[in-house]
Structures are given as C-alpha cells and as structure tokens.
C-alpha cells in the first residue's frame, strides 16, 4: 500500500488564513493572510495603505494659496515633499518628478507676476501676495522690562557716589 504524505500547501490551507484580495481576472491571492490586517496578506496590506495614504499627501502638498503664484507658495510646497520624502511616505521616483515640476513651476513665476501687474495693474499682484501675508493688525508696541529701566533715587537723597557727613 501507497501512503500520500499530505503536505500543509498554501492550496490546502483554511481559506479564512488566507488573502482575499481578487484579481481583475477573477482569481485570487493565495498569499497567507497577515496577523496585523484582517483580510489581506502583507504584500497587499502595503498597497492597501500606500493608495489610502494618497488623499492625505496630496492634501498635504497643497500650496498656501493654492495658485502656485509666487516663490513662497512653490517653496512652501517644496519644503513638504522634502518632509515627505524623509519620512518615506512618498516613493523617491516620484519625489523626482514632483521637484522638477516645482523647478518648472518656480520658473514659470516670474512671468505668472508680470502676467498679473500687466493684466491687474499692481494692485492685483498685492491681492495675491494678501492672500499668503495677511496685514498685520496694528498694535502698540510692547512695553519695554522693567530691568531696563535705571533706579531712581529719591530726591531728597544723596547723589550716588557722594561721601556722608560723620
């Protein structure tokens, strides 16, 4: 007689253990299911997140303004992909062409500026501006520390320095 020794093949496993993520041509994962996710294995865990975690970057990189219109909207952003990119949240290929799309952007500026003063005259240029520097309320200024104010003496008191009659 014949023994088949059975094996614990991923084919024969509980199906709850594994991955259930379909193919578009209707097969599915036969990974094991990860212990940290509920349904899926870890490969598609990580795709799971990293398409999760797109609405979040990119609601991170927007400008101040949202226009791209001037140095500091461009440098705003720039400075986010570089955060980003430490922190491994945004693969470094596309890291690279989102820099050289700011580099783009950041050429292109003075001409957006040019653009607006010809078609707003300045004042429309300082609307833009507004929108990233605010005015700043006018206030008194702050008072200045009491220790840098000299001691006054007393009038009827000797002048500093002066001896005392014995």
């Not at 496993?13 to 193919?23: A, H, I, K, R, V």
């Not at 940290?36 to 990119?58: K, T, V, Y």
Request: glycine share 6%; net charge positive.
């Amino acid at each position: 007689m014949k023994t088949t020794k059975q094996s614990r093949s991923r084919a024969a496993s509980d199906e709850s253990t594994l991955c259930q993520f379909p193919f578009v041509d209707g097969r599915q994962c036969r990974m094991l299911r990860h212990a940290s996710h509920p349904s899926l294995c870890l490969f598609h865990a990580r795709e799971e997140q990293q398409l999760l975690e797109l609405d979040n970057i990119g609601d991170e990189l927007a400008s101040l303004t949202g226009d791209f219109k001037t140095a500091t909207d461009i440098q705003h952003v720039v400075g986010k992909l570089f955060k980003l990119v430490a922190a491994n949240r945004i693969p470094v290929r596309n890291a690279r062409l989102l820099a050289y799309l700011a580099q783009l952007l950041f050429y292109g500026q003075g001409g957006v500026k040019q653009e607006t003063i010809r078609a707003q005259n300045y004042q429309g240029w300082e609307q833009v501006l507004r929108k990233i520097y605010p005015p700043m309320p006018r206030t008194a200024p702050p008072p200045l520390p009491k220790t840098l104010h000299r001691p006054t003496a007393p009038p009827d008191a000797p002048p500093a320095g002066a001896s005392t009659p014995a």
